[in-house]
């Protein structure tokens, strides 16, 4: 199975236990905490929690699928809470829940989701002492996701941050949520500590990868593709890995804060090609996919070992 | 040993437990996170939580006690977002997490106060099964919080709120994170499932009770005594078991929708008391209390449990 049939399979998967677990909402909170949830999205956790509990043990991410379900609720949780303090208007094409319903219930309907996480931990089939350690992980994972959302908050005020404090922000903010959807799938299907720190570190770098990946996407893919504003990071003076190499590089990006024309936006592109910006960016995020890929070799060769693999190119390959 | 000075030792031991677990805060947001944390509080749940472990098996409470923890670490991350939701400035006498950090981190610092719990919980030293049964009872219990603080801004745009709905309200606002703590104490200690259930019950009940002991104590407590406004609920019109209770006989509140003179709420008590509102909601909560102390009568008797009873009463009987 090609891994664009395997997520979309996954996806229809997920939908279903969603629809299961929260299909009936009794309440308005609970309409509230829906709301995203039932928006779509590409489930790229739980597939990403699938494939690592299944090249542990083949079939083995069958009787364990809500815990990977927590994965999608859990980043369903924090996209409401991250909402509200950016104070975004739209999110998957539709507004927000703190713009429908009020910034108090969208606090609760994420804290709602968050609660759930922990329950669909809990009824998953798998040995109790793999899901107790599942749950302190998922835990642990949270409280990163939050340091990551503040330090990313921080950053606005800032224009001298480093490579290692950007890397450090969306390793936290991106990474370490696909961290532990990879470990929690090794570890509930019953993986070796090795297998689980290998699938953690590399869930952790293709995230931090998908991240970069997301900047160059704001620089370089065209608004009628990517159905956002071009360059938009630029402009408000963002402290991407772009703006931090071009920094390195002696690249002045300071008359680039403004309304760009697409011509300008053109000759800035010209600009950050020239002097290596975006060869050098997209070289990083490269990297950390190939080194996740390498870890890998600890696995039994499998097809979804194999698509593991895809993921990851997938991750920093795709155009927005 | 009597109540009073269990819950100060109890409180003690908790702080200590606190402090080792997050006496050095790293980031800024860490810092946020602790503030209401650290600044004092009583500490019932967690004393709660060791009566009832120690009841099932004497001395049992030692080694779970950071599960106890987590029961105040979680009845904080509510405080915190509760403050934000209700625009509150103060709480036990010092700024609130978002008075001092702004919305977004108390946001933050909240989920953090959260994910935090459930590492606590994965803490105690406990076999695996009480564990994964504890965190599930927490994450739920958590979902009904939301729901009532969620119901209680609700009621305020309503002047029709019925008993059954307030008492469903308060329930889930303040009881179910009383049978929590109960329960979760017992479960971790080893307890029957009736045993587990009688616990809850009585959670529930007394965190319930206190919550309509708190009405009585707003319209009945001198500002000198409780620290607070009197009255207070009566003037903004909340529909609190008092107001409930007043509509059913037909007294009429609407006059004291305004603020009040001392010798106007002289006046207001007395035609409360006259209508014998007052005594029919006091009869309310010590009924509840009565009721949860009879459960009681599952468990073996032993000093732990006579504080329970004690508990129970202390809960109706405090006058601020």
């Known amino acids: 199975m090609d891994l664009e049939t395997y997520l979309r399979k996954t996806a229809t998967e997920v939908n279903t236990l969603l629809d299961q677990y929260y299909g009936n909402p009794g309440t308005e909170l609970s309409k509230a905490s829906n709301h995203l949830l039932f928006a779509g999205g590409k489930r790229l956790r739980p597939a990403l929690f699938k494939l690592a509990a299944d090249t542990i043990r083949s079939g083995s991410s069958a009787g364990i699928l809500p815990a990977g379900l927590a994965l ?20 998957r094409g539709k507004p927000t829940v703190h713009t429908l319903w009020g910034e108090p219930a969208a606090i609760l309907a ?20 793999a899901k107790v350690e599942a749950s302190a992980l998922l835990a642990k994972t949270c409280v990163e ?11 606005e005020t800032r224009q001298d941050v480093s490579r290692d404090e950007y890397l450090d922000m969306v390793t936290k903010k991106t990474g370490v949520l696909y961290g532990a959807a990879a470990a929690m799938g090794a570890l509930l299907a019953g993986a070796t500590r090795p297998q689980i720190d290998a699938l953690y570190i590399y869930g952790c770098s293709i995230g931090a990868a998908f991240q970069i990946q997301d900047d160059i996407i704001d620089l370089m893919a065209p608004p009628e ?4 504003d071009q360059a938009s990071d630029i402009r408000e003076g963002k402290q991407t890995i772009i703006a931090i190499t071009a920094r390195e590089k002696g690249v002045d990006l300071s008359p680039y804060r403004r309304k760009l ?16 910006v975006i060869s050098e960016v997209q070289a990083t995020a490269d990297n950390m996919v190939r080194d ?4 890998l070799s600890v696995l039994r060769e ?15 390959q795709r155009g927005y």
Chains 1, 2 share one sequence.
């Open 145 to 155: 996701i939050c340091e990551g959302q503040q330090l990313d908050m921080t950053f």
């Open 292 to 295: 996740a890929i390498n870890g």
């Open 72 to 91: 999608e609720v859990t980043h369903n949780f924090t996209l409401i809470h991250d909402d509200i303090m950016d104070g975004d208007a739209t999110r």
């Open 302 to 316: 499998c097809p979804e070992r194999q698509l593991l693999s895809d993921l990851a190119y997938f991750f920093v």
């Open 261 to 276: 024309e697409p011509v300008e936006i053109k000759e800035l592109i010209g600009l950050l090609q020239e002097k290596e």
């Open 110 to 129: 994420g804290d709602v989701l968050f609660a759930r996480s922990f329950c669909l931990v809990a009824d998953a089939i798998a040995p109790d002492a």
């Open 225 to 228: 593709q990517s159905g956002k």
